[in-house]
């Protein structure tokens, strides 16, 4: 095996780019992998928010790791963090086609996703009644 000198890990592309077809809609997208600091920062940001107590939903969690994945041909973004709500209002069957992909592509493991999307139990859901 061959060790790599900096230059050459550096140089090695990694940022894979795959198209996906959503049977839902009729055609594909282009999904990419996430730099480290991409993929860290929304990690952090879920973990921190749970952290504090709030609820996170597995679609939350979808949606953000999506919107940073799906990109146009040349490679940029097709959502913008605050367009987010606009892919919530897409068909779950067709994220979820998306987030399985973005997930293996990303080193996502369901481990990962079944714990940052379980509820706190001190947390109260939206639908609870309050006192």
């Known amino acids: 095996m061959t060790l790599l000198t900096k230059q050459e890990l550096i140089d090695a592309p990694d ?3 795959e198209e996906v077809y959503v049977p839902q ?3 594909s997208v282009l999904v990419r ?3 480290e600091l991409q ?3 929304i990690l952090a940001a879920l973990y921190e928010q749970r952290a504090n107590g709030q609820v996170l939903r597995l679609q939350e969690l979808q ?3 999506c919107g940073c994945s799906i990109v146009d041909e040349s490679g940029k973004r097709m959502f913008s963090d605050q367009e ?5 209002k897409k068909s779950a069957a067709a994220i979820q086609v998306i987030f399985e992909v973005v ?5 996502l493991s369901n481990e990962q996703v079944e714990e940052l999307s379980k ?3 001190e947390t109260p859901s939206d639908d609870s009644p309050s006192d």
């Open 15 to 17: 940022i894979v780019t």
């Open 25 to 27: 809609w009729g055609g």
């Open 33 to 35: 992998t996430m730099t």
């Open 39 to 41: 993929r860290g920062k």
């Open 63 to 65: 949606l953000r790791f």
């Open 84 to 88: 987010l709500a606009i892919l919530g």
């Open 103 to 107: 997930a293996r592509l990303n080193g």
């Open 119 to 121: 509820n706190s139990d």
